[in-house]
């Protein structure tokens, strides 16, 4: 579609994953992603969506064809090794995951100080990212005092406080009301015009129309379409 | 600097995860002090029970007597015979007038029995046979009793063989017991960890998410145990110190006989012994438990 010479991100080339029962969850599913790309991935629950995230994490490892992400080979990524894989990544739920006895502020800090960062660094980057998803006065707040808006938006911050260049998001508005969806969608797509390349599974066909980005439409396991949508729903070429 | 930030996290880590399992991790602290209390009692014991028979090292002395009349080859061939003995480490020929000597000076009070018998020496010649350690006297004196010429061998075996029998018995019980002991304190351990994991499993998915390895997952847990069982160890030292100065040694000294090895002399070992044993096992029981959670 385009030929220029941005990085890739994603690549999947005749990708298949069978899990234990010799079921295949996807086949043959190819595709790839450019640093700075916003996609969307849909379709009908058991399509496969969530087992091309775990792919794309290092979760599990390809049955058939090749994974690659931000440089790593995930085939044959070693245990030790992915680690290093996901500190590239960022990921967001549909349940957020948050640690319910620890505040927005420190579950945000807790994915920097995992990772060795120092206190003055973790105050600095945690109050940057808070202010970035909006979430600046309620750093003190806790899980349970938080909308579920809000607490997406805690773990957009967690996901994006260790800088990393790609964001991946399995249904994040999945629990949300669409006025809320609408807002996480419009966050995900300002981070990535700050230069994340961003990647959001998603039911929500309204969603698709508005904000009109490019589309993998996944069914019974097979990429069945794959193309740019224009504003207002229709298909740009 | 990241090294750092992670070594004092996991200390924090660890110190949060006791107190929010406090009931558990006092099980572990109190279960590893009663081990550490009863084996290091033990092996005090032990310790105390060596001393008294170093103490009663001219035990391992064997006195030979010679028939009444020999001559210098039947000398020679006795000689001979106890060179060659296995353990004995050296011996020296004693006259019956030597023997007599000694036997005045051990005997002062009783000097006026003894007198006269200068004139009829009831005494005979002998031999001193130092043997390398207390549990091989009996072996001397059986051989010794086959040689030709040696008329009667005198050993005071039986108090060493008491004392030797009490040793390995107590050392049997300790070794049995530390292993079983070790064993408990391992298995709480281990309980605590899985207790103190499962409570932070969602901390522990979040870390593997944003990609810590699992050295640094690991890290804090390990940290937690090694916590309850570094203060168990020192707890327990001090308390062994208190009992075995209060109460050992001066029961040993009240006897007016005995005296204990002082304290001072096995502090150290006693301290390594604490200390490393619990970190054996604070270490083991974190690791064995914590693996389950550690799935990619
Ligand atoms: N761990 C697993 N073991 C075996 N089969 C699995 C496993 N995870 C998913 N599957 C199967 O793989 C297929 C795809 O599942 P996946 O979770 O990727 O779907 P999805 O598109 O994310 O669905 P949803 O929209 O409901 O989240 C399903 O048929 C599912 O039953
Ligand atoms: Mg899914």
Known sequence: MTTNNRKTVIEFSGVGESYQSGEFAIRGVSFTVEEGDFLFICGESGAGKSTMIKLMTGEIKPTEGRVTINGYNVNKLKPGKVPHLRRTLGVVFQDFRLIKKKTAEENVAFAMRVLGAGPVQIRRRVSYVMELVGLKDKMCSYPTELSGGEQQRVAIARALVNNPSLIIADEPTGNLDPQRSYEIIELLSKINQLGSTVVVITHDYELLRRFAKRVIYMNQGSLVMDKVLRPGGEEAQ | ?296
């Open chain 2, 1 to 296: 600097m990241s090294r750092m930030n992670r070594f004092l996290y996991s200390l924090a880590d660890g110190l949060k995860g006791i107190l929010r399992n406090l009931m558990m991790s006092l099980m572990s602290f109190s279960m590893l002090i009663g081990s550490l209390l009863v084996v290091g009692s033990l092996s005090l014991l032990v310790v105390n029970i060596d001393a008294i028979i170093q103490d009663l090292g001219d035990q391992n002395e064997i006195m030979v007597y010679v028939h009444e009349e020999y001559d210098d080859s039947e000398f020679n061939q006795i000689s001979q015979a106890i060179m060659e003995a296995e353990h004995v480490v050296g011996f020296t020929f004693v006259s019956r007038e030597t023997a007599l000597e000694e036997m005045k000076n051990d005997l002062e009070e009783y000097a006026s029995i003894l007198e006269g018998m200068e004139q009829d020496n009831p005494l005979r010649d002998g031999f001193r046979i130092q043997v390398d350690d207390p549990a091989n006297v009996e072996a001397v004196v059986t051989a010794m009793e086959g040689v030709d010429g040696i008329g009667n061998v005198e050993a005071r075996t039986d108090v060493v063989e008491s004392f030797l029998k009490t040793r390995n018995a107590v050392n049997l019980i300790s070794i049995g017991l530390m292993v079983l002991l070790a064993g408990i304190s391992t298995f709480i351990i281990m309980n605590t960890i899985k207790m103190s994991a499962y409570t932070r499993r969602e901390e522990i998915a979040i870390m593997r998410m944003v990609g810590a390895t699992k050295g640094t997952i690991r890290l804090s847990f390990v940290t937690e145990a090694m916590i309850i069982c570094l203060c168990g160890s020192i707890v327990s030292f001090f308390a062994i110190m208190f009992l075995y100065q209060e109460l050992i040694e001066k029961a040993f000294s009240s006897t007016g006989l005995l005296q204990a090895v002082p304290f001072q002399e096995v502090w150290g070992g006693v301290l390594l012994i604490f200390v490393g044993a619990s970190l054996v096992i604070g270490v083991l029981g974190s690791l064995l438990s914590i693996n389950k959670y550690l799935k990619v």
